[in-house]
């Protein structure tokens, strides 16, 4: 079970992993033009700090374009930079092109499971099917994943990974990784949510009360 920040932000990523936990990172052309900055010196750090697989966007619409554009990222980043595609046909023949030359794909934007199943046959390493956005327009984001994992688990030889994006909050993490996804990636905001509750910070603060009144009385 892995765990992917959703982020451009390096920051983000050198807190997350310092952490120790950090799979993998994942980036789209939204978050590069919220980070302001540029799109490769931004991977390029990125992949520095996590050592896990870093999903890379194409821009091109045309198989030719995206094969291009996906073959010069990987020979400019470093080697964990894996490229992200989306979910048209002719996502699937980059796809197909740029996994038989040995090359991880991503395929982004997959809101039915039979997207996925086609992104899988092509050979994708992940497929990104994204659960806040179905339950935005009124869908039940996580049926989808639950469909995608009953038919994984049906055909075994799919080596295809599920990775769950488009996460809202961190019970759509927990929902994803009951179903059995492989991969959830989510914004920084919620991998810190993740690891907080009131009642740790509660039973933090009175240990430590506790234990001054001891060290005050001369007991420690
Ligand atoms: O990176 C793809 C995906 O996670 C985007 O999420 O919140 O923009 O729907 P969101």
């Known amino acids: 079970m892995e765990l992917f920040l959703d982020t451009a932000e390096v920051e983000e990523v050198r807190e997350i992993a310092s952490w120790g936990i950090l799979d993998g990172v994942t980036t789209n052309p939204s978050l590069i033009k919220k980070s302001g900055r540029d799109f490769k010196q931004v991977i390029g750090e990125i992949a520095e700090l996590c050592s896990g697989p870093i999903s890379a966007e194409v821009t091109a619409m045309d198989a030719k374009g995206m094969i291009e554009e996906g073959l010069a990222l990987?020979?400019?980043?470093?080697?964990?930079?894996?490229i992200k595609v989306p979910c048209t046909a002719e996502g699937l023949i980059a796809t197909k092109e740029l996994s038989s030359?040995?090359?991880?794909?991503?395929?982004?934007?997959?809101?039915?499971?039979?997207?996925?199943?086609?992104?899988?046959?092509?050979g994708a390493m992940y497929v990104s099917p994204f659960v806040g956005?179905?339950?935005?327009?009124?869908?039940?984001?996580?049926?989808?994943?639950?469909?995608?994992?009953?038919?994984?688990?049906?055909?075994?030889?799919?080596?295809?990974k599920v990775l769950a994006?488009?996460?809202?909050?961190?019970?759509?993490?927990l929902e994803?990784?009951?179903?059995g996804a492989h991969t959830a990636t989510m914004p920084t905001k919620i991998f810190?949510?993740?690891m907080k509750h009131p009642l740790t910070?509660?039973?933090?603060?009175?240990?430590?009360?506790?234990?001054?009144?001891?060290?005050?009385?001369?007991?420690?």
């Open 74 to 82: 990987k020979k400019e980043l470093p080697e964990n930079v894996i």
């Open 101 to 122: 030359q040995g090359i991880g794909v991503n395929v982004t934007l997959i809101f039915n499971a039979s997207q996925a199943l086609m992104a899988a046959k092509a």
């Open 133 to 160: 956005r179905l339950d935005d327009i009124g869908q039940e984001g996580m049926d989808l994943i639950a469909q995608i994992m009953t038919i994984w688990r049906e055909y075994p030889e799919i080596r295809t």
């Open 165 to 173: 994006a488009s996460i809202r909050h961190p019970t759509h993490v």
């Open 176 to 179: 994803c990784l009951q179903l």
């Open 192 to 194: 810190r949510q993740l």
């Open 201 to 220: 910070d509660s039973g933090i603060e009175r240990f430590l009360s506790d234990w001054a009144e001891v060290e005050n009385a001369g007991n420690a």
